[in-house]
């Protein structure tokens, strides 16, 4: 079984400022990782995700992640916060198997301050 | 425009209504799947159903009913909804065979069990 961890359900930063969200996960096979967006009132978009291959992953809007198996770690930056990434982060775990279960963590609300 | 579609998008039901909320895709993706989203637990997968007529169990099943009988369309019924079915439920579709792609969210659906 596979399980997320988000540290901070409430992150707040200034506009222009680095964004550092957290996020650690367990796994017993190698695991397909994600970071989804949720807007106010939207469904979830995905910002990133890491399958195999480079462990330094770039998405949208300037965002990226790095792969780190030996902490467990699949955190998500951004050096300068603006304020249209307000919004709820996701980090989620898929497993390489044919169960096909996307697990999620408790999610991430991030306030950008002007 | 690739879309996935929920109805209704805010629903307010007393305890004991059935209801169905439907979800509808233009992808022609095979996998499709219903999550509840509540406060600091993140997105709970509660069915997900790997073609037409199969079907199986998420994290969070009690309560909940699906069917899959044409591979466009798969609704989400509560035969006998009670307050803590609260919650906000999204739809997701992606190709099933490969884990690491993306899944595709809808707007969600915004439920109020009273």
């Known amino acids: 079984a596979q399980s997320v961890t988000q540290l901070g359900s409430h992150v707040s930063v200034s506009e222009g400022a680095l964004v550092l969200l957290r996020c650690n996960y367990s796994?017993?096979?190698?695991?397909?990782l994600f970071w989804y967006v949720q807007y106010p009132n939207q469904g979830l978009q995905l910002l990133l995700k890491y399958t195999t291959g480079a462990t330094l992953v770039k998405g949208i809007n300037g965002f990226e992640a790095e792969f780190k198996k030996s902490e467990t770690s699949f955190h998500l930056t951004k050096p300068s916060a603006h304020m249209s990434d307000a919004a709820e982060y996701f980090c989620?775990?898929?497993?390489?198997?044919?169960?096909?279960?996307?697990?999620f963590g408790g999610g991430t609300r991030l306030m950008v301050k002007p | 425009e690739a879309q996935v579609t929920q109805n209704p998008r805010y629903l307010i039901t007393v305890t004991g209504k059935k209801l169905t909320v439907t979800c509808s895709q233009n992808m022609n993706h095979e996998y499709m799947s219903w999550y509840r989203q509540d406060p600091g637990l993140g997105l709970r997968q509660i069915y997900y159903?790997?073609?037409?007529?199969?079907?199986d169990k998420g994290d969070v099943p009690e309560g909940y009913k699906v069917s899959r009988k044409e591979k466009r369309n798969f609704p989400l019924i509560l035969e006998s909804p009670s307050p803590n079915q609260t919650s906000l439920y999204f739809c997701a579709t992606r190709v099933p065979r490969r884990t690491g792609d993306t899944q595709y969210f809808g707007p969600g659906t915004r439920l109020t069990v009273l």
């Open positions: 796994s017993s096979v190698p695991p397909y």
């Open positions: 989620a775990v898929a497993l390489n198997n044919a169960g096909n279960m996307l697990t």
């Open positions: 159903s790997m073609n037409v007529e199969v079907t």
